[in-house]
């Protein structure tokens, strides 16, 4: 079954602070993962899309990692903001005869406080 | 008419019924949403809908399923639902652009589902 697991559910930290977020997955076959970045009152917005090839990639202070062979991700943000405070919400892409499907993670709830 | 319309606003429905939920908007956006709100935790995303992907959430369970005819209509079909499927679900468009850019999400007044 494609199921994408996030950890923790949700994270306290303070302001400058850097702290990571988990993301297991078990699709297959496997396209592509995203990491959405959700903020209250506006559309979720992609930080970074990880194909299968590539490791590392960094937008900002977000850097997302990915392990294709323990189907890990990893969201780092360093030196957290307040406007940090959102959910971030693991996707990962699968194609099939049907046409490419996404399959959500239910997110991790980020505050951070001053 | 108002940007984005639920209907119905209250609905009902016993855990053997089948059910469904519209949204539509005049906004001209290309995204719409799924949200379920539940009492006491955080907006909870359901489903997100292009036309360029179709979209499966195995975190929902499969007694939801979303279906997007065109760019300004999303439904929410509902079958043999659970007591604690009773919540307040929302649905919002917004213009996607390219990679990380999202204008300001519009929400509907969403529907009250009360699962009996």
């Known amino acids: 079954k494609n199921q994408v697991e996030q950890s923790p559910q949700s994270l306290i930290i303070l302001e400058g602070k850097n702290c990571t977020l988990q993301?297991?997955?078990?699709?297959?076959?496997?396209?592509?993962l995203r990491w959405y970045k959700q903020d209250t009152g506006r559309g979720p917005v992609s930080l970074t899309i990880m194909t299968f090839s590539e490791n590392t990639k960094s937008n900002g202070r977000y850097t997302a990692t990915l392990d294709a062979d323990t189907k890990q991700s990893s969201l780092h943000i360093t030196a957290s903001q307040l406007s940090d405070s959102a959910s971030y919400i693991c996707?990962?892409?699968?194609?099939?005869?049907?046409?490419?499907?996404?399959?959500f993670g239910k997110g991790t709830t980020l505050s951070v406080s001053s | 008419e108002t940007g984005v319309t639920q209907t119905p606003r209250h609905l009902v429905m016993g855990m053997t019924n089948k059910k469904s939920l519209k949204c539509e908007q005049h906004?001209?956006?290309?995204?719409m949403y799924w949200y379920k709100q539940s009492a006491k935790k955080p907006l909870e995303l359901m489903f997100v809908?292009?036309?360029?992907?179709?979209?499966e959430n195995n975190s929902v369970p499969s007694r939801f399923s979303p279906e997007c005819p065109n760019s300004s209509h999303l439904f929410l079909h509902l079958h043999t639902l659970q007591p604690e499927d009773s919540a307040l679900y929302l649905c919002?468009?917004?213009?996607?652009?390219?990679?990380?850019?999202?204008?300001?999400?519009?929400f509907g007044q969403g529907t009250r589902l009360t699962v009996v």
């Open positions: 919002a468009s917004s213009q996607v652009s390219g990679i990380s850019r999202s204008t300001e999400a519009f």
């Open positions: 993301c297991n997955y078990t699709v297959s076959p496997f396209s592509n």
């Open positions: 809908y292009s036309l360029e992907e179709r979209v």
């Open positions: 996707v990962v892409s699968h194609s099939n005869q049907a046409g490419t499907a996404l399959i």
């Open positions: 906004l001209g956006h290309n995204a």
